[in-house]
């Protein structure tokens, strides 16, 4: 059973960049097929997908956070990272990683399963 | 992207069905069959309950069931019993690789 867990700084200054690490367990990141996300929820507020990763890098991003988004997979730590760039305030949330269904060649995004438990990253000025 | 529309809150007392409604557009819910539902109780990794409109992964109850008609979804949990207390959210793919939620809903059982 694949279980995932986020990981990461929880203090970032604005400006600079929020790096975060999600660990695969239970399963191989080059599992066939799987994509996997970051989600975000600031607090107050919904859920908002960043974006998506396979493991051969092939990758789909939020179009309103596209410029400052990196998302990465180390297959021989079975691992996948995040970089946000020139963080606000606005960047405040809970991060969560998460296992996601997608078609490879339309991006077509089916489903997020499962969810790690997700990790508070606070932007200080 | 917009995010799609829930209600905040919802509440049934034990035994009764209750339905979320999430409210979408011709952009996303209503021209996907890509729509998923996410339980997520305090403190826990958000599990997926419904996904396809109507699939149900395995190991979810039966009491959980999924629906759409045009531009709206809807999760509909039946028998409530109290362990369905719990923040849900809707989630449609949105063409041009876009991926939109909903706002939450909090479900009480009174």
């Known amino acids: 059973q694949l279980q995932l867990q986020e990981s990461g700084p929880g203090l970032v200054k604005a400006s600079e960049t929020l790096s975060l690490t999600c660990t695969v367990s239970g399963g191989s990141i080059s599992s066939n097929g799987y994509y996997w996300g970051w989600i975000r929820q600031p607090p107050g507020k919904g859920l908002e997908w960043i974006g998506s990763v396979y493991y051969s890098g092939s990758t789909f991003y939020n179009p309103s956070l596209k410029s400052r988004v990196t998302m990465s997979v180390d297959t021989s730590k079975n691992r996948l990272s995040l970089k946000l760039t020139s963080v606000t305030a606005a960047d405040t949330a809970v991060y969560y990683c998460?296992?996601?269904?997608?078609?490879?060649?339309?991006?077509?995004?089916?489903?997020?399963?499962?969810w790690g438990q997700g990790t508070l990253v606070t932007v200080s000025s | 992207q917009s995010a799609l529309t829930q209600p905040a809150s919802v509440s049934g007392s034990p035994g009764q069905s209750i339905t979320i409604s999430c409210s979408g557009t011709?952009?996303?819910?209503?021209?996907?069959?890509?729509v998923s539902w996410y339980q997520r109780k305090a403190g826990e990794a958000p599990k997926l309950m419904i996904y396809e409109v109507t699939r149900r992964p395995s190991g979810v109850s039966n009491r959980f069931s999924g629906s759409k008609s045009g531009n709206t979804a809807s999760l509909t949990i039946s028998g409530l019993q109290a362990e369905d207390e719990a923040d849900y959210y809707c989630c449609s793919y949105a063409g041009s690789i876009a991926v939109i939620f909903g706002g939450g809903t909090k479900l009480t059982v009174l």
């Open positions: 998460a296992g996601a269904r997608v078609d490879f060649w339309s991006g077509k995004h089916h489903f997020l399963d499962p």
């Open positions: 011709r952009s996303d819910v209503g021209t996907y069959n890509l």
